[in-house]
């Protein structure tokens, strides 16, 4: 880049699995496949987390030492990206940006078709949400061995507001009987989406959970 820009390193898949996408003093842009944990210390036997990877890509000889600030994750079925820090002062502001809702999280969904019809159809261009239908229901957490969570009645206790915007990606080819969603979910609950499009009877494909 230009004088005063950042400098940016964009690398390909590594022989680790590791993909960094984007890459400066600050931050990592990763990409996480689907079917591994974003963290944690519950990786069956033979996988790594992402987090291992990551610092064992910053820190060869002692991955224990590597800072890396997590200021999102996603669950593991889910692929997408992730950015995290490589120092404290870039988790700081990272966190605060996550905390204002100053970062725009867009998710794709492929559907089970059946309840979706009403759902209006946006660009498939836009980086920003268009106006489209917004989701808003009460869920409560994970209360039992399942790990299940309901969408309970406004004031039940315990239950927290979930507020997710969507459209149909009206440029998507699907079989029939499927829809691809753009999802963007403006507060972060434990399996928002999965819960929101499955109790509307568009569970997302290959949701075992709740599909």
């Not at 999102?72 to 990272?94: F, N």
Request: proline share 9%; with cysteine.
């Amino acid at each position: 880049g230009s004088e005063g820009e950042p400098r940016l390193r964009h690398r390909p898949a590594m022989t680790s699995g590791l993909h960094v996408l984007f890459e400066d003093e600050h931050c990592l842009g990763l990409f996480k496949p689907a079917g591994q944990l974003t963290q944690g210390t519950w990786a069956p036997p033979g996988e790594t987390t992402l987090e291992q990877d990551v610092r064992r890509y910053l820190n060869p000889d002692s991955p224990e030492t590597a800072y890396l600030g997590i200021v999102h994750r996603l669950d593991r079925p889910v692929s997408g990206v992730l950015l995290w820090a490589k120092t404290s002062r870039a988790a700081r502001r990272l966190a605060t940006q996550f905390e204002k809702r100053q970062t725009v999280k867009e998710y794709w969904a492929i559907v089970e078709a059946s309840g979706s019809g009403a759902i209006p159809e946006g660009p498939s261009t836009s980086p920003l949400p268009p106006v489209g239908e917004v989701w808003e229901d009460w869920l409560t957490p994970a209360t039992d061995a399942s790990g299940l969570i309901h969408i309970v009645a406004e004031g039940t206790p315990g239950a927290r507001q979930a507020r997710t915007r969507v459209v149909v990606d009206a440029s998507a080819r699907l079989p029939e009987g499927f829809r691809w969603l753009r999802l963007w979910p403006e507060t972060g609950r434990t399996h928002q989406l999965r819960v929101q499009t499955a109790a509307r009877g568009t569970p997302i494909l290959g949701d075992v959970l709740y599909g």
